[in-house]
């Protein structure tokens, strides 16, 4: 196994420096030696068509390989593959499945994605709002933005059972503060018609200001 892990370090090292030729040699000759995270890497150079062919099939077997490995960031592709069809029929039950095994790893783009599935009624066609809350909270709580800022939607926006509007200021807080535009917006909304707490014009006008300069870094960052 030195062997394996020597290949897979110096496929690292040679696709950190952009010598794609050689990182894929050493990944597959890691890989067919038994190297869980070397094959993950093959793969995803299948998936990508980085300096190979792009292949989406044989990039679906060697992410299986990989995450019947436990390499969890192949069980999250897996879940994304199966989820849009790529490289295999569209599956909602079986990206659940890879979701949720990489969810057990604290994979908070999992977590994410099986917040999403609830939410959007993907598995069995049926919405569940409750489950939906859980795992965007996992997610949310370990900084993932989107899951912060759609638990501060369905916290300002769902049946009545679900409405707190404090947590969805607080989430919504929470996503602006990673420079979200649309969080701050929803704020100062929010601050402006006084939902779920008394109007204040100064807080509104502090989160459109914040918006306004988040969006103008954006526009920076663009040019």
Not at 164 to 175: I, N, P, S, T
Not at 192 to 211: F, P, R, S
């Amino acid at each position: 196994m030195e062997q394996a892990e020597e290949l897979y370090l110096q496929g690292n090292a040679a696709y950190e420096d952009g010598q794609l030729v050689h990182a894929f040699r050493s990944y597959e000759a890691a890989s067919a030696l038994g190297h869980p995270d070397a094959t993950n890497n093959l793969a995803d150079m299948y998936l990508h068509g980085e300096y190979v062919g792009k292949n989406t099939k044989r990039a679906f077997q060697l992410f299986l390989v990989a995450a019947k490995a436990g390499v969890h960031e192949a069980m999250f592709t897996l879940g994304l593959l199966c989820e849009n069809g790529i490289g295999v029929v569209v599956a909602p039950e079986q990206a659940y499945f890879w979701y949720h095994r990489s969810a057990k790893y604290q994979d908070s783009l999992a977590q994410y994605r099986l917040g999403s599935i609830y939410y959007e009624g993907l598995l069995n066609k049926k919405r569940n709002v409750a489950k939906a809350l859980y795992w965007y909270g996992l997610a949310a709580q370990q900084g993932h933005l989107d899951a912060q800022y759609n638990l501060g939607y369905i916290y300002n926006n769902e049946q009545d059972e679900y409405v707190d509007y404090a947590k969805g200021r607080f989430w919504y807080k929470e996503a602006a503060r990673q420079g979200d535009v649309l969080a701050c917006r929803r704020l100062e909304e929010i601050y402006e018609i006084g939902l779920g707490t008394k109007v204040d014009k100064q807080k509104a006008h502090y989160w459109g200001e914040q918006a306004a300069q988040f969006e103008c870094m954006r526009g920076e960052n663009n040019e």
